[in-house]
């Protein structure tokens, strides 16, 4: 589900994008359908490096903080052709390292580039015997990290690349306990079969059925912040340090409703743990400080109130069908009722966007006219179904109406996407202030890199980018489960 991401906008004017095209550079890629583009910055001297591949060779690009180019090399590809390029490092001597993973994750081939010599050399990594998959990987401060499960042990994972070196740290849940929604202890191996982690990205709004996992994975700093919310009681949260292999559990009671209620759901952000429990009369979403688990503000909204503050209408989904709008409170809490739900929030400047929402499946049915019964025969079926909508809460937690809010530079970022489908090839990096672009362009056969800033100078209220309320468009249902 790309709620926000997957712009299908109806109501497009010519916009001047905050947004400046810094540099292009003749590439000629081959084999298009195998080819990948990669950015990363060196967090010690903000140089941002480019690496973009085909079946022949690896493009490197390296540009100096203030992105004009200063070094570039071309290296021949052959053992790395059936795999994937998964993630990067730089090394102290500011030579990138490129990880590129068998398409089983059962080995990884690592390749550093000398530029300034023009060479390169690789090694070999194996996982361990008992590796079973890989959760997520990711880079950070110059080192790439990969997080992985082991078959039947409790535990994760996380091995550290460094300069050359690989790390290991274990994160031990296995003396945890662990619920289902009837109450019922289950292993950590269960959980996470059951619910899979799934990692947030930071910096977007996070699109609702990943909002809607039970298991989410949070990385801040040295921290993994895992949140569970399999049980109708309580937010697990464990904190894993990631230098040290610590464990540390936070639990957080559910919100308390007036009647009782078989869904609920928690986010992490900014420090802040983002709680909602619903049924069919009530919605309660409470936000509570992360550290000492204080409540901080607390909202009950029954199914007879208007919900003013709201930033977009209720939205019903069923399939890939087009979103059919909800009249009132009750009809969406109706909707909501056996969805699983989920909240997704980013910044817009000091404001919070938030995105409410409901992800499952129901059943219904039809008469099946070829049926020897004169009236027909029920046949049942089963269809994936979301409802949801939009708000805004400012910097003390309060609820506020906004719907011309500044776009941020990730707003922008997708917009141009969107009005560029043409463009396949992309990767996006946040730098300080801003958002890098780098795209192919297979027209002109060259690299292209943007640079996208917050703000916009179209304030007409058909500019999505200006008002978020027509983000909320159709989207594509792929496999889900209701809990």
């Known amino acids: 589900m790309k709620k926000l991401f997957t712009l299908f906008l109806l109501f497009c004017n010519t916009l001047i994008f905050s947004q400046t095209v810094l540099n292009s550079f003749p590439l000629n890629l081959n084999f298009l359908g195998k ?37 570039q ?38 390749s550093t580039y000398d530029l300034e010599n023009k060479t390169s050399k690789s090694l070999n990594f194996d996982f361990p015997r008992n590796h079973e998959y890989v959760i997520y990987s990711f880079q950070q401060h110059n080192a790439f990290y990969i997080l ?54 930071p910096d977007v709004l996070n699109p609702i059925d990943v909002a809607a996992r039970i298991s989410k994975l949070y990385v801040q700093d040295d921290h993994l912040i895992l949140t569970v919310d399999s049980s109708l009681l309580k ?15 936070r639990t957080f009671n559910l919100p308390a409703a007036q009647n009782p209620f078989q869904s609920a759901n928690s986010f992490y952000f900014d420090k802040k743990l983002f709680q909602v429990v619903a049924n069919t009369e009530e919605f309660v979403f409470e936000i509570k400080d992360f550290e000492s688990g204080n409540s901080i503000k607390t909202y009950r909204l029954t199914k007879s109130d208007s919900i003013p503050f709201k930033m977009s209408p209720f939205y019903m989904q069923v399939e890939n069908k087009k979103p059919r709008e909800l009249e009132t409170t009750a009809k969406f809490l109706k909707n909501l009722e056996g969805l699983t739900p ?16 409901g992800l499952g499946e129901f059943k ?81 056969k060259q690299y292209i890199m943007r640079r996208f800033t917050e703000g916009y100078s179209n304030l007409d209220s058909g500019n999505p980018i200006s008002n978020k309320s027509l983000f909320s468009q159709p989207v594509r249902f792929e496999k889900i489960k209701s809990r």
């Open 35 to 71: 080819t990948q583009i990669l950015n990363t910055e060196d967090e010690k001297n903000n140089a941002v490096y480019v690496f973009a591949w085909d079946d022949e060779n690896i493009n490197i690009l390296k540009y100096n903080k203030s992105l004009f180019l200063t070094n």
């Open 364 to 444: 219904d049915f039809y008469y099946n006219a070829a049926a020897d019964d004169d009236f027909g025969e029920r046949s049942y079926y089963s269809a994936g179904k979301m409802v949801y909508f939009d708000a805004m809460l400012n910097e003390n937690f309060d609820f506020i109406k906004d719907k011309r809010a500044v776009p941020s530079a990730i707003d922008n970022l997708f917009y141009f996407l969107n009005s560029n489908k043409k463009i396949q090839l992309y990767d996006a990096l946040k730098l300080e202030d801003s958002y890098l672009l780098s795209y192919y362009d297979t027209n002109s």
């Open 73 to 110: 090399f071309t290296d021949s590809i052959k053992k790395e052709k059936n795999r994937n390029l998964i993630g990067c490092s730089i090394d102290k001597e500011q030579k990138p390292t490129l990880y590129w993973s068998s398409l089983s994750y059962k080995n990884i081939l690592i």
């Open 342 to 357: 989920g909240i997704s929030i980013t910044k817009n400047n000091k404001n919070n966007f938030i995105t409410f929402s």
């Open 148 to 201: 992985a499960k082991e078959i039947d042990f409790e535990h994760l994972l996380l091995y550290k690349f460094e300069d050359g070196k690989c790390e290991i740290k274990m994160f031990d849940l296995s003396t945890f306990t662990y619920k289902n929604k009837d109450n019922v202890s289950i292993s950590f191996n269960a959980l996470i079969k059951y619910f899979p982690i799934k990692k947030i990205e």
């Open 235 to 249: 937010t697990q949260a464990f904190d894993l340090t990631m230098s040290t292999g610590k464990v540390k559990e």
